[in-house]
Structures are given as structure tokens and as C-alpha cells.
């Protein structure tokens, strides 16, 4: 399948992705888009010319008090009103993008007028958050950064703790932190304890890291008291993202006993801002890697669904021309799956809601190349990464700028994310 715009094999949004967002224009404000090349599509305009399936929108979660008819779900500032009205209609408005794209078809293609509304270069939009977002859980599924974690905070002998191969061990984040990619991180103050010392002090963060993350958003509800079994859990999902996990090692290292993460972690987490769907990433499904112990039977399915996502991490300095690749890793190497993240997170009753951001933990592969964190590269700040320019780092510095990108390959195309990047501001000093 091929789109009537010219798109490069290697770029991030060819017509298989579509990937939703949300942008605005000088003259006109936030609305829905798709990422189709170098253009963004406008869904409001195509809504507005009638292109878009018919408006006998139905909800799909009985929960849901969303109930609009599809005529306004894309003139919107997030996506949450589309979210809501279900998969048989995220299902059709992708089929309708589909044809209007298609390089066959010139319902689209040749409306000269239309075309000029609806298409509009990348480069000339103001992107914003794609989704209001009401709750936010981490999870930290990764057995290769837990098993890290756990060596450089407590030791070779507790560095996996023996809760974590029965549940996926998560906290619940920070919604009104999470920012879009390009919004400066400003370099968090808190209490410090270091091992030599007896009492903790006050100051900025010495050990400030990012942590790489698939973040997955709420597509369907379930109620208050009733839980989502294993086997379909992962199709409570509407899309994906990419997210930094901005974590201060040293505020973490003293508050996270025994309630976990708290102000480490609450100053900022940063995301992508095209939401890729799972119905462009099912053809890069995979098998998530087998369990041992086998986990108790409400967290238990033959279908281990894992995704085959490509993902990258680049660092670049205020003195560096060009960012560096530090790190290379995969989404499927998540041992906890997302279908076992959501039948856990609900299994107590909780109620997940539409827009509701999980978070993948970070996913660090097999060896040193693969870590997706500082504090793992560099072995808890003991051996400094040494980048092409001669500068060495243990931790983020001022200045620092990381960017994380991320694609899963198909045949002559990917299906790719953008990127989510964050530049490292000063610590606040009042004023
Ligand atoms: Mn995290």
C-alpha cells in the first residue's frame, strides 16, 4: 500500500502508521491530526467536507458517559471524545484514512482546495499533549533493569527481590507532570543522603537520569469493582507512545523505602506526541519471552503478546555537534506484558479510564549496550560514559539534551514513533 505523498522507506509515518495527535496553527486552535509523512492531516477539516464515516457513533465500554456522535470528536483539544467511542470506530475512521490516502483513490488527491485545508506541513504546526490524561502507573517489567537496579541500590544478593517474578511491581505516577517532547526538564531540589554521610541535606540532584519507556494509553473502561481478564486485557488499549521516566538516582536512593518512588520521580515525565494505534502495530506482534515461575492463574494466557519495537537512545551535550547513540534496545524484551500489567493493575477493581497513561518500566535488553537507563550504563555512576567528543558523563549534566526514537521494521516501510526529547534546565533558585 502506498500513499499518493512521497514518502522516504525509512521515514517514521508512511500510510501504514497513521499515528493520531494533537496540533494547532497560527490562526486556528488545537484539533485532531494524523502524522502522514512530512504532513499533518486535519481530521476536523475532513470531518467538516463529510469524508468521515457516518455519525451513528456507538460507545463501546458500557462505563462510558462519552456519548458523542462522531461530528466533533476531531475539533477537539484531545483525543479522549475519539478514544471513547470505541474500536469499531477507530476501525473505520483507519479505513477511511486508508482510502483518502491511498494513491489509487482521488477523493482526497485531487481536491486541490480540500488538499490545501486538510494537508499541512509538519513544520508549520505547534503540537500539543494528544490525550487528557486523568492517571498515570509505571510498571518496571524489565527483568534486565530491575535485576541492575536492584545490584547498584542494594546488592548482588537482594537484587531481585522475591515478589518481583510473581507480580508486575509498579507505582502510580504523576498525571499533571507529563509534558510533551521538546518541553525543558528543570533539574530537581531534594533530600540527599549519601553513603557517607549520617543525616540527610538539602540540594539539587547530582544524579539526574532518563529512563526508556513504551507508554500505552487506556482505550476501553472497565467499572469500578469489576476486573479485566488476562485473556483479551491487552485490547483495553487505544495506542502507544514513547516516554522518558526523568528519575534523580539520589533523591530515589533515600525516600524509596518502603513505599517506592515519590519526588524522584514527580518533576517531569516527558512523552511522544504521536499516538501510534495497535492496529498499525499488529503486524509487529510478537512472543513475549516465557515465565519461570509460572505466575498465578489470573495472570496466566497462552497468547504472551509482546510487540517488536526497535528503540534508541541518543545524548547530546551543549558542547556536541551531534547527538550519540548510547544505547539500543527492544519493547518485546519486557518479561511482565502489557495483557498482564492491565489484569493486574484491575484485578483489586481498580477502574482504568479512557486517557489513562501506563508506562512500560524502563526496558534495558541483555547486555551494556542495551541499558536504558544512566544509572545502568554507567554502573551506578561508577564508570562514566565516554562520548565521541572526549566528554565523559555519569548522570545528566545542565545542557543535556536526550532523545529517544523508536520504530518497528516492516517490508520497505517502518512504523515508526518520532521521537520524545528533553533538554536539562538548572535547578530552580528562587526568584
Ligand atoms: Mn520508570
Request: net charge negative.
Amino acid at each position: 500500500m502506498r500513499s499518493f505523498l512521497p514518502i522516504p522507506e525509512q521515514h517514521p509515518f508512511p500510510i501504514q502508521n497513521l499515528p493520531y495527535g494533537i496540533f494547532s496553527t497560527p490562526e486556528k486552535e488545537p484539533r485532531v491530526g494524523v502524522a502522514i509523512g512530512d504532513f499533518v492531516l486535519d481530521l476536523a477539516e475532513l470531518e467538516a467536507a463529510n469524508l468521515l464515516p457516518g455519525s451513528d457513533a456507538r460507545s463501546s465500554s458500557e462505563t462510558s458517559e462519552v456519548r458523542c456522535s462522531r461530528s466533533g470528536v476531531f475539533a477537539r483539544r484531545d483525543l479522549n471524545a475519539f478514544i471513547a467511542q470505541g474500536e469499531d470506530n477507530w476501525r473505520e475512521v483507519r479505513a477511511a484514512l486508508l482510502y483518502l490516502l491511498d494513491e489509487q483513490t482521488l477523493a482526497l488527491r485531487s481536491n486541490d482546495q480540500l488538499r490545501r485545508r486538510a494537508l499541512i506541513p509538519a513544520q508549520e504546526v505547534r503540537l500539543h499533549l494528544p490525550v487528557s490524561i486523568g492517571d498515570y502507573t509505571d510498571f518496571y517489567s524489565s527483568k534486565s533493569h530491575a535485576a541492575n537496579v536492584g545490584r547498584i541500590f542494594r546488592g548482588e544478593n537482594t537484587a531481585l527481590l522475591p515478589n518481583w517474578v510473581y507480580l508486575p511491581v509498579a507505582y502510580h505516577g504523576r498525571a499533571s507532570s507529563i509534558v510533551l517532547s521538546g518541553t525543558a526538564i528543570r533539574r530537581p531540589c531534594g533530600q540527599i543522603k549519601r553513603a557517607t554521610e549520617a543525616e540527610p541535606h538539602f540540594e539539587a540532584s547530582r544524579e539526574l537520569d532518563f529512563e526508556l519507556e513504551v507508554g500505552y494509553f487506556i482505550g476501553a473502561e472497565n467499572s469500578l469493582g469489576v476486573p479485566v481478564p488476562i485473556k483479551g486485557a491487552d485490547q483495553h488499549l487505544f495506542g502507544m507512545v514513547l516516554v522518558n521516566d526523568w528519575s534523580a538516582r539520589d533523591i530515589q536512593r533515600w525516600e524509596y523505602v518502603p513505599l517506592g518512588p515519590f519526588s524522584a520521580k514527580n518533576f517531569g515525565t516527558s512523552i511522544s506526541p504521536w499516538v501510534v494505534t495497535l492496529a498499525a502495530l499488529g503486524p509487529f506482534r510478537t512472543t513475549a519471552p516465557v515465565q519461570d515461575p509460572a505466575p498465578l492463574s489470573y495472570l496466566r494466557s497462552d497468547a504472551r503478546t509482546a510487540y517488536d519495537i526497535r528503540l534508541e537512545v541518543q545524548l547530546q551535550t551543549a558542547s556536541m555537534p551531534a547527538p550519540a547513540v548510547v544505547s539500543r534496545t527492544n519493547f518485546k524484551e519486557l518479561y511482565w506484558t502489557i495483557g498482564q500489567q492491565v489484569a493486574h493493575h484491575t484485578v483489586t477493581g481498580c477502574n482504568l479510564r479512557i486517557g489513562d497513561l501506563l508506562a512500560s518500566g524502563t526496558i534495558s535488553g541483555p547486555g551494556p549496550a542495551a541499558y536504558g537507563s544512566m544509572l545502568e550504563l554507567t554502573s551506578g555512576g561508577k564508570e562514566p560514559l565516554r562520548l565521541p567528543n572526549g566528554e565523559k558523563r555519569c548522570f545528566l549534566e545542565d545542557g543535556d539534551t536526550v532523545i529517544f526514537t523508536g520504530y518497528a521494521q516492516g517490508d520497505n516501510y517502518r512504523v515508526g514513533f518520532g521521537e520524545v526529547r528533553g533538554t536539562i534546565l538548572p535547578a530552580y533558585t528562587g526568584g
